[in-house]
């Protein structure tokens, strides 16, 4: 499958984004998809995942509450809703695709896309 993010911005706190994820080659329903981030000089970081045919969705503890993840099987698309952002959620937002394993462990992800830049100004 192949993924191609976008969506990612500069913003003020506070306001919203949402992130999409455009899957090709392969429907994204037999897939567990999920959205990883990665702020300079830190490591990516699990932020949101849902389950094949999209019956469970799973949110670090950072942004339960605020982002939502859904997934589209007629526009094979996946989405990260993310209100009331913070300075501290500014990163590289990357779109993956596992077929097994934990869904908050990105070595266990098969497909990449490219990332999108969130940038929230204080």
């Known amino acids: 499958v192949a993924l191609v993010e976008s969506g990612g911005g500069l913003v003020q706190a506070w306001v919203s984004l949402r992130l999409t994820c455009a899957a090709s080659?392969?429907?994204?329903?037999?897939?567990?998809m999920a959205w990883f981030r990665q702020a300079p000089g830190k490591e990516r970081e699990f932020v949101a995942a849902i389950s094949q045919f999209g019956r469970n969705t799973y949110y670090a503890d950072s942004v339960k509450g605020r982002f939502t993840i859904s997934g589209d099987i007629v526009k094979n698309t996946v989405y990260l809703q993310m209100n009331s952002l913070q300075p501290e959620d500014t990163a590289v937002y990357y779109c993956?695709?596992?077929?097994?394993?934990?869904?908050?462990?990105?070595?266990?992800?098969?497909?990449w896309g490219q990332g999108t830049q969130v940038t929230v100004s204080s």
């Open positions: 993956a695709a596992r077929k097994q394993g934990s869904y908050s462990d990105s070595n266990v992800y098969d497909y």
């Open positions: 080659r392969r429907p994204i329903s037999i897939y567990g």
